[in-house]
């Protein structure tokens, strides 16, 4: 038993830290937010020099042959930075499900994946809409209970703009063919549920993230505005505003940690693991955008004022991959099953 | 990252379980905060110690099995797990314990340490002053310095286990030139002592669970003073991290309650709100979030790390938990909620009354938790003070 990451696993998270402080500000994703794809090849592929999209690549396939314990620390930096690039869709979700149908098919993308030349986007079927349909060239797309993988120019994609102008998000559609179906019936959906957990746990990740980033960004505001004569971060009321994020965000990484070692470990509670990480940490940043937001006052209102690049990630990360009442109901399905095993020394059992 | 137990932490989880098995009481004990409840807890702490599970992470030599932190968070998951009694002695097993343990002199460790693990001596927190309860640092009690003793004059209030215990520990004023937190010294004093009077009061259960404690000329023997003279904030600080945080408030406790809670709610489930089942599962998982910081901390403690303003966190986390699951459990039985345990109808409503009482007092006492968001804000946070 220890629950503390390696030496090597920390090392990585301060470079690829320092690396996305280096290249993505605030700027930066307001100047992506003016162009048609809300993305940048030119962004994706310094991403790719780091390793980032091939982290789950094998290494075979030109990857980082990595695991989601060793990942987890990554997308939690990807989420401090406010990056929108397909971290979750394509490295998180499309290249492990690669691996697992195998083949020609995982021979032919995971190495794309890997130097950054394709991107992958997947529609889960419990979902309505495609992250990042718009700028893939791959699509893993579920059609009746078969899986299907599509190239881009066999797909129609209406683009449904949200809140958040770093989420790009469709509708796709695309005919359903003998050559495109990769799986179905059990293969299929052991695939989409494992391509769920991953999606969900790599949000609940992103989402720790950008509290923290919220966090950093009103202490440094609140130390610096005065009224009534004194910085307004000496108030009382506007630290424990603050306080109450720290303690939810503090307690809700340990949650996501352990379900980044049930994804990897394929542990039989992986689900329910994925579920409770997704919920507290989404709801640690929705939370953390609201006492921010208040924090600031009325500048935290405006256009202008860089918080609100990364409240919409916040917002977004909750609404990706399964809302918080599904993963909710998945985790009360799970505890009051009639022989669940619940209480004292029951946290670490695999049972 | 490795979440699965050794072989040598599944045989000690084995040989705590075999033993508490064997013998904690079938029949609940009465409240250590009545005469008869606190013999009978003497009474099963004194088995528990003739057993060596009294305090496993001490050394052997105190009464412990030198056992470490991880091991500790086995056996009490294994104690919550049989239902064993509540420790008497929490203030010395867990708290002032480990101070002792950090700050002691040899001859205080040898002299303390073994009969507080057999709890033949229950110890009292003397934290608070009628004038210093949130301002911790207005302590006005004074112990001066007289040959090889201290004279003390003044009072101390809410002492926990006031009403029953033998010894009291606390911060004094041993310059009484001094302001705020210099000048303050860590005191070790037996409550028969001449000069002491302790009056107890009733909590909102109705019972002694604190006193006030009247210090009048009062000769304590310098040789219990634990730490440096002048040094008592330092020390108690460390005494205050054990409180909010691990050992005080170990997961097993919240982890036990979260199951109580789950299966309350599946046995009343056909008369409750749907809304409540949600917020069932938000309090499990609250149980599991705690428990998993807690390994974490414990993991990171073990690889020579160290603990500090963090503990602010765990208080606040597992006192709101634990009032919210009692809330909810009260909200399940719903009229039924308000019966004391003797009501003819009370059949199955458990000890979910007095826990939500209990519960409570989570939020105010070991530091309110308004003080533990200022400790938050300024030094995790760092925000101007």
């Not at chain 2, 404690?213 to 634990?226: A, G, I, S, T």
């Amino acid at each position: 038993m220890d629950f503390r990451f390696d030496e090597d696993q920390e090392l990585l998270q301060t470079t690829v830290r320092d690396f996305l402080e280096g290249e993505i500000t605030a700027e930066v994703v307001r100047g992506l937010w003016e162009t048609k794809t809300a993305r940048s090849p030119e962004l994706w592929k310094t991403l790719a020099e780091i390793g980032l999209p091939g982290m789950l690549v094998p290494e075979e396939h030109g990857g980082m042959g990595m695991d989601e314990v060793d990942f987890v620390l990554l997308l939690e930096e990807t989420g401090r930075a406010g990056l929108a690039e397909p971290i979750v869709a394509t490295a998180a979700v499309a290249a492990p499900m690669l691996r697992g149908v195998g083949g020609d098919l995982a021979k032919q993308w995971l190495p794309k994946i890997a130097t950054g030349d394709a991107i992958v986007a997947v529609g889960h079927p419990s979902l309505p809409f495609v992250e990042d349909a718009h700028v893939a060239d791959l699509l893993l797309l579920p059609a009746g209970d078969e899986l299907h993988a599509v190239l881009a120019a066999d797909v129609e994609i209406t683009e449904q703009p949200t809140n958040d102008p770093s989420r790009r998000i469709a509708s796709v559609s695309f005919a359903a063919a003998e050559g495109t179906r990769i799986a179905s019936g059990a293969d299929a959906a052991q695939l989409w549920e494992t391509a769920f957990d991953r999606g969900a746990l790599a949000c609940a990740a992103q989402a720790l993230g950008a509290c923290d980033r919220m966090l950093q960004i009103a202490v440094e505001y609140t130390s610096e505005r005065k009224q009534f004569g004194k910085p307004i971060g000496s108030f009382q009321a506007v630290k424990h505003h603050l306080a109450a994020v720290k303690v939810k965000l503090e307690y809700a990484r340990p949650v996501v940690q352990r379900a980044a070692h049930s994804v990897a470990s394929g542990s039989a509670k992986r689900g329910l693991h994925v579920s409770m990480a997704k919920l507290v940490a989404c709801e640690a940043a929705v939370f953390g955008a609201k006492q921010t937001l208040q924090c600031h006052g009325a500048i935290g209102y405006t256009w202008e004022q860089d918080l609100h690049v990364w409240m919409r990630r916040a917002w977004s990360l909750d609404r990706s991959w399964g809302r918080s009442p599904a993963h909710l109901a998945r985790v009360r399905a799970a505890i009051l099953e009639p022989d669940a095993r619940l209480g004292a020394g029951t946290t670490f059992s695999n049972a | 990252m490795d979440l699965t137990f050794t072989r040598e932490q599944d045989g000690f989880r084995a040989e705590a379980r075999a033993w508490l098995g064997a013998h904690v009481p079938g029949e609940p004990l009465r409240s250590f905060d009545t005469a008869e409840g606190a013999k009978q807890h003497r009474e099963w702490e004194a088995i528990l110690n003739g057993g060596g599970w009294a305090m496993v992470p001490w050394p052997v030599e105190y009464g412990g099995r030198g056992a470490n932190l991880l091991e500790w968070l086995i056996f009490e998951e294994e104690y919550y797990r049989a239902g064993a009694p509540k420790r008497i002695n929490q203030n010395g097993i867990f708290l002032l314990g480990p101070t002792i343990m950090e700050y002691g002199t040899p001859e205080q460790k040898a002299r303390f340490l073994p009969k507080m693990a057999s709890s033949e001596e229950v110890w009292v927190q003397g934290w608070s002053e009628p004038n210093a309860g949130s301002d911790m640092a207005n302590i006005q009690t004074t112990a001066i310095r007289d040959g090889d003793h201290f004279i003390v004059n003044g009072q101390k209030t809410w002492a926990s286990r006031g009403a029953f215990g033998d010894w009291l520990f606390g911060m004094f004023r041993t310059d009484p030139e001094s302001e705020r937190h210099k000048g303050l010294t860590f005191i070790l004093a037996p409550l028969d002592l001449p000069g002491i009077t302790v009056r107890p009061i009733e909590q909102l259960d109705g019972l002694p669970g604190f006193a006030e404690v009247f210090f009048d000329d009062v000769r304590v023997p310098v040789e219990h003073q634990l730490g440096e003279e002048g040094q008592g904030w330092q020390v108690a600080m460390s005494t205050a991290g054990f409180e909010r945080g691990l050992m005080l408030r170990s997961p097993a406790r919240f982890q036990d309650t979260a199951r109580r809670l789950v299966e309350l709610y599946r046995a009343n489930a056909a008369d409750v709100e749907d809304a409540i089942r949600d917020e069932v599962a938000r309090c499990w998982i609250g149980a599991e979030a705690y428990t998993l910081e807690t390994f974490r901390t414990v993991s990171r403690l073990l690889a020579g790390g160290k603990i500090g303003a963090e503990s602010s966190l765990n208080k606040i986390f597992w006192s709101e938990l634990d009032l919210r699951m009692h809330e909810l459990a009260l909200e399940i039985l719903g009229d039924r909620g308000d019966l004391l345990p003797g009501a003819p109808a009370a059949e199955g409503v458990g000890s979910w009354l007095d826990g939500y009482l209990f519960a409570l007092s989570g939020p105010i006492y070991a530091g309110t938790n308004e003080i533990q968001r200022n400790i938050i804000s300024e030094r995790l946070l760092g925000m101007p003070r």
